[in-house]
């Protein structure tokens, strides 16, 4: 556990809706977890768990600060709830999380004195499509090289998946990098809530695709193959828990180190359903369709922000 003598460090997040609760309660589950674990033996706790002792939600809409309140108000954490004030929240905060719609940005971070709010902090954004390069332009259109004490700012790609501690984050490497402890903070942050990795900014609109859309894209083979078990008598309820379980039983293995390919051969006998079933999904084209619905993700996701970028092999 991070010694006492460590500075106490406040985490405000800016759009606290669904996404911004879920990484809060994230990261207050693993210091809350550290905590324990120091008290039982504390030659056995994490060294190197930062001391996130505040927390502050900001939102527009009033009602979020009782959502808030009531999703997190069991953790024994400083917790404080604001509405349109934003400005204030980040005062208070070590790092912040933008975590409020792709084109709400320049609302934020355009208030009156929050450049000098954010001097010296780190910001990370997970707003899908808006790159690095243009929160920091936006903030300094001088450029932040000449802006003494800027703020540093790195994107990340978390997905829905945080809810449940399953979040397979993507963390973009900036330029110029992070020093250490910053980039041990952001990464402490969504590693609470899942898997982390790190990739250059040419790949983060590919990342948005495959793990900000990815949900929805294996929920929906998920319905599809248990439609399929319905059609032929299986109860809606048992069809849906058993692919459930059959998916993250696969992504098990594959995370474990099997290959897909191995895998899928490892399951088809020779004359069995297996092979049937898989010849009749090639013959439908579910592969093509699939990696062309992560390709068509993928560009609109670089025109969120507003910049549209070119891709190898995409053909409209």
């Known amino acids: 556990m ?29 210091l809350a977890k550290a905590k324990t674990a120091a008290a039982i033996d504390p030659s056995s ?13 900001c939102d527009t809409w009033k009602p979020a600060e009782e959502n808030v309140k009531k999703a997190l108000g069991h953790y024994n954490f400083d917790l404080q709830t604001l509405t349109n004030e934003n ?3 980040v005062q208070q905060a070590d790092i912040v999380l933008l975590s409020c719609k792709p084109y709400g940005f320049k609302a934020i971070l ?40 800027a703020c ?22 900036s330029d110029p990098p992070l020093s250490e402890a910053q980039y041990k903070l952001v990464e402490f942050v969504f590693s609470s809530i899942g898997r982390v990795t790190t990739l250059p ?7 948005t695709a495959l793990c900000g859309s990815g949900p929805a894209f ?6 599809a193959a248990a439609d399929g078990a319905v059609a032929m008598g299986m109860p809606r309820a048992q ?25 899928k051969d490892k399951v088809s006998t020779p004359g069995g359903c297996t092979i049937g079933g898989l010849m009749s999904l090639e013959k439908d084209g579910v592969r093509n369709a699939v990696a062309t619905a992560i390709r068509e993700a993928c560009v609109v996701a670089s025109r969120l922000g507003g910049e549209q970028r070119e891709f190898v092999n995409h053909r409209r």
Not at 45 to 57: I, L, Q
Not at 239 to 256: H, K
């Open 87 to 89: 400005l204030k929240g």
């Open 110 to 149: 355009g208030e009156e004195g929050m450049r000098d709010a954010l001097k010296g902090k780190v910001i990370v954004s997970i707003l899908a499509g808006v790159t690095q390069k243009q929160i920091s332009k936006f903030l300094y259109p001088e450029g932040a090289d000449k802006v003494e004490d």
């Open 152 to 173: 540093r700012v790195v994107r990340v790609m978390p997905n829905t998946a945080s809810f449940v501690g399953e979040s397979m984050s993507v963390i973009e490497t």
């Open 2 to 30: 991070a010694s006492q003598e460590s500075k106490p460090l406040t985490l405000t997040v800016v759009g606290s809706g669904t996404m911004g609760i879920a990484i809060m309660g994230g990261v207050m589950a693993s």
């Open 45 to 57: 706790a994490p060294k190197d768990t930062p001391n996130v002792s505040r927390f502050v939600a």
């Open 218 to 223: 294996f929920a929906l083979m998920l319905e």
């Open 239 to 263: 069809a849906y828990e058993m692919a459930a379980q059959t998916m993250r039983g696969t992504t098990g293995l594959v995370l474990n180190g099997e290959h897909p390919a191995v895998l």
């Open 201 to 207: 900014p040419a790949n983060m609109d590919i990342a």
